[in-house]
């Protein structure tokens, strides 16, 4: 099982980044897709969410309108676009896939699988 996160970078304030997340190992239908991240000195928050079924977001409130989820099951990957980018917005990005049928509910961490992460530096 492979979670590969790819993207991440420096960029100004007002910018745009879109991370990718390519799994294999698993079905990756099956699976609901998050995004966390962990800024320095800080704990890992949730970000967003995508779920296997239907395709329902959840995004938590601090970039609700900025970011946006997807996913292509073809390719096995899943996208974080990142717009309108702060420098609170810095952190290692992970993302994480799991089959609990609640996980986009909320922000829950129950994933069974994780990335390493990819870091976003937003210069302001």
């Known amino acids: 099982v492979q979670l590969v996160e790819s993207g991440g970078g420096l960029v100004q304030a007002g910018g745009s980044l879109r991370l990718s997340c390519a799994v294999s190992g698993f079905i990756f239908d099956n699976y609901a897709i998050g995004w966390f991240r962990q800024a320095p000195g800080k704990e890992r928050e949730g970000v967003s969410c995508?779920?296997?079924?239907?395709?329902?977001?959840y995004y938590a409130d601090s970039v609700k309108g900025r970011f946006t989820i997807s996913r292509d099951n073809a390719k096995n990957t899943a996208y974080l676009q990142m717009n309108s980018l702060k420098p609170e917005d810095t952190a290692v990005y992970y993302c994480a896939a799991g089959t609990w049928a609640h996980l986009c509910d909320y922000l829950s961490e129950e994933y069974e699988y994780w990335g390493q992460g990819t870091q976003v530096t937003v210069s302001s």
């Open positions: 995508i779920s296997s079924s239907d395709g329902t977001t």
